[in-house]
């Protein structure tokens, strides 16, 4: 059961696919398997929504993208991270914790 | 499982992409990402690396069950209703039918048996006659306009209706004209003669009325058959 609210998925969406990039190059479907399989029920992602997120983020300069071959013979276009984009993500995981510290302070949040 | 999809599905997604690329306006780069994304994840499910989810599960159900409204239809409670004899159409229309012959056939009838033979200028008869005439058209038109007007629509039985209650009116008034022609020499009439206007008069009110009442209950459209087609072939 998804419990997310969409208007918090929808602020996060490009740090979490910078998130799963910054393990390594990936493609549209492993990455959004990935943040389904993470998301552990939370939301689940509609798939075709991954691929203007990963044009804009291309355009912004956050990530790279090259055709690459896979051992079945099927072309992959293969998404990594470029230095922008890692810079970006620490921005904007920053930009997270404070605003976590702020949640605890005013909304009470308890994380004990 | 396959590792590869075989050349039939590869052959649908690139159809499917296709179309996309076409609608959408892609590039061919772009065109052929999304497949690739629609290749991965059929081969995840041959895999049994994805789990169908719930809404996929029932979408599944619901396409393999095939036409669930026409077999819900089928094994409805309707299909053990009885088939009404006439359909709510059918009546209107052999009700008029009905009226239109009686009134046309049977008052210029009576009238000519018990008339005067015209003289001079315009007889009563005559002017009684055409007046008669003149009511019917305009009632028949209505009546059998009312037969094929669709009686879920309030304006077209409005129209039926405006043709027919003046028409009622005029035929009254025709009537009673025609009886006041034939009364001069109504030593001539005999009793059966009077009797059989009066028996005219009272059919052509109780069907015109009927055909009223028809028009001012509408209820649920009963001209499709309840029965499945399988059962009518």
């Given at each position: 059961m998804n419990w997310a609210s969409k208007e918090l998925v929808g602020a996060s969406t490009a740090m979490l696919v910078l998130g799963v990039l910054k393990q390594g190059a990936s493609y549209g479907y492993d990455i959004v398997r990935q943040i389904n399989e993470q998301a552990e029920g939370a939301f689940t992602w509609q798939?075709?929504?991954?691929y203007p997120i990963l044009h804009k983020l291309e355009k912004k300069g956050l990530v790279q993208c090259r055709w690459q071959e896979s051992p079945t013979g099927r072309r992959r276009k293969y998404y990594s991270l470029t230095v922008e984009g890692r810079a970006a993500l620490r921005d904007g995981v920053r930009q997270w914790e404070l605003f976590d510290q702020l949640m605890i302070r005013l909304a009470g949040v308890n994380h004990a | 499982m396959p590792e590869q999809l075989d050349e039939a599905a590869l052959k649908q997604i690139r159809q499917i992409t296709q179309e996309l690329a076409r609608q959408q306006g892609l590039s061919d780069d772009d065109a052929e990402e999304i497949g690739g994304h629609l290749e991965d994840k059929l081969l995840a499910y041959f895999r049994g690396e994805t789990r169908i989810t719930l809404e996929d599960a029932l979408l599944l159900a619901r396409a393999h069950f095939g036409d669930v409204a026409g077999v819900a239809k089928q094994v409805?409670?309707?299909?053990?209703l009885p088939e009404p004899r006439w359909t709510r159409h059918q009546t209107i229309v052999k009700t008029a039918i009905a009226t239109a012959v009686s009134t046309f056939i049977v008052l210029p009838g009576a009238l000519l048996l018990f008339g005067d033979p015209p003289r001079g200028s315009f007889h009563p008869m005559l002017v009684a006659a055409t007046i008669i005439f003149a009511g019917l058209g305009v009632l028949e038109s209505g009546v059998l306009l009312a037969a094929r007007a669709?009686?879920?629509?309030p304006s077209q039985r409005l129209i039926a209706g405006l043709f027919i209650v003046p028409a009622l009116a005029v035929l009254v008034m025709a009537l009673i004209g025609g009886i006041g022609a034939v009364s001069a020499h109504?030593?001539?009439?005999t009793r059966g003669g009077y009797a059989m206007i009066a028996f005219v008069v009272l059919v052509c009110l109780f069907g015109h009325a009927m055909l009223l009442l028809l028009l001012s209950h509408p209820i649920?459209?009963?001209?499709?058959?309840?029965?499945?087609e399988q059962q009518l072939a």
């Open positions: 798939e075709g929504t991954i | 409805s409670h309707k299909r053990y669709d009686l879920k629509s109504w030593d001539m009439a649920q459209d009963d001209s499709t058959s309840n029965v499945p």
